[in-house]
Nanobody
């Protein structure tokens, strides 16, 4: 079992930045590839980024590439998502997730999920 807890969300003006954190507890954090997703009101949850177990490889959805950066600190059992140049379209609940099997984008491949943290971007 892995428990995930996101933090760092909030209200930010357009053009601003945030850093989201996801703290993991339970089974060894380093066993898991980690991903970030978001769900905007009235929309399906969408993939944003993922990072390999050791942090050597990261990949992004095209719509956030160049604005969002995923990183992890296995000594702190934490994965981060830095959000830059935010716009109202980035308003959503942001989730982190852990995948044991591989570096994947599909929600169904993730084993554990956090409760989410709300990001609201005002225009």
């Amino acid at each position: 079992q892995v428990q995930l807890l996101e933090s760092g969300g909030g209200l930010v003006q357009a053009g601003g930045s945030l850093r989201l954190s996801c703290a993991a507890s339970g089974r060894s954090f380093g066993d898991y590839h980690m991903g970030w997703f978001r769900q905007a009101p009235g929309k399906e949850r969408e993939f944003l980024a993922h990072i390999s177990r050791g942090g050597e490889f990261a990949d992004y959805a095209d719509y956030v590439k160049g604005r969002f950066i995923i990183s992890r600190d296995n000594n702190k059992n934490t994965v981060y998502l830095h959000l830059d140049n935010l716009g109202p379209e980035d308003t959503a609940v942001y989730y982190c997730a852990a995948a044991l099997r591989g570096l994947v984008r599909a929600e169904s491949e993730y084993d554990y999920w956090g409760q989410g943290t709300q990001v609201t971007v005002s225009s």
